[in-house]
């Protein structure tokens, strides 16, 4: 899982190469940006037969509709495509990557799961056993977080399950400076060498959250057994500060979920650089 999540988050970084190539310099107002939706709910069943295991995909992908400025529109809606689908479908409408990713999970699952399907059938005397294991799902729900002045937060969540025992989920953030159109990092946002500093305060933190006083205590309930608890690139900010996000595995099983640990901007301050001030104390004052 870790390493999906990762993936992802290089793919967005690389892509980000284009939105510099636009040369955009947004002005106060960026862009005076509106948002719509597309919604997809499609459910097909293996060889057209409706008493056969199916696949569901459900869309519901946030876009730009609206802006006073159309490259800004087009550029951020290629980067959503990118994040929510893939690199593949960055140069298509929005309309047509939702039918042509559509088309291409439907198309996957049957070509995939037909001819197991046909030789389980064969061998499997019980095949109401099997269609839990043929019976796959999948969700892509994206939605604007916060959009204030120059910054803009997407959320993007991911769902699914192909057979097992259960399905998997993960939360991608994308923190969009509008003035370039670029993707916010971790370095943008701090100076020197801060990881070190910031990785306590995470620890420190998520010892409040869980009313103990000690790391141990934290690694005997679960945390920092899958993955080591570091700052990564998968955060958002928004009023109350910056909150970190792991996904299942990353730092601990599955049973114990998602977790997001929030750092106020009182605690950070002596890791923030200007720019990232500046930046803070705007959000702060749009949630007042």
């Not at 946030?62 to 980067?79: G, I, Q, V």
């Not at 946002?189 to 998520?206: N, P, R, S, V």
């Amino acid at each position: 899982m870790k390493k999906q999540t990762v993936s992802l988050l290089v793919l967005l970084l690389a892509a980000s190469g284009f939105f510099f190539s636009c040369g955009n310099i947004m002005n106060k107002n960026a862009g005076a940006l509106e948002f719509d939706s597309i919604q997809v709910n499609e459910t097909a069943h293996l060889f057209g037969d409706t008493a056969k295991p199916a696949c569901n995909l459900i869309i519901n992908l946030t876009y730009a509709s609206r802006s006073a400025d159309e490259k800004m529109k087009d550029s951020l809606n290629t980067y959503f495509l990118s994040a929510c689908f893939g690199e593949k479908y960055m140069g298509m409408t929005t309309e047509e990557a939702v039918k042509k990713y559509t088309e291409k999970y439907v198309g996957d699952y049957r070509k995939d799961l037909e001819p197991m399907y046909r030789k389980d059938e064969q061998d499997k005397e019980n095949a109401e056993d099997m269609g839990a294991w043929y019976s796959y799902y999948k969700g892509i729900e994206s939605h604007v977080q916060l959009y204030t002045g120059h910054l803009l937060v997407y959320r993007i969540d991911y769902n699914e399950y192909t057979g097992g025992a259960h399905g998997i989920y993960m939360s991608t953030f994308l923190n969009l400076d509008l003035k370039t159109l670029s993707p916010i990092r971790l370095d943008d946002l701090f100076e020197g060498d801060y990881k070190e500093a910031l990785t306590d305060l995470l620890w420190k933190q998520l010892m409040a959250d869980n009313n103990v006083s000690t790391r141990q205590e934290l690694e005997d309930m679960g945390y920092a057994t899958t993955g080591d608890l570091e700052p990564i690139e998968n955060f958002y900010l928004d009023p109350t500060g910056i909150t970190f996000y792991y996904n299942v595995y990353e730092i601990a099983p599955y049973v114990m979920g998602a977790t997001k640990i929030t750092l106020s901007y009182e605690d950070i301050a002596h890791l923030m650089n200007g720019e990232f001030i500046t930046l803070s104390s705007a959000i702060k004052a749009d949630g007042e």
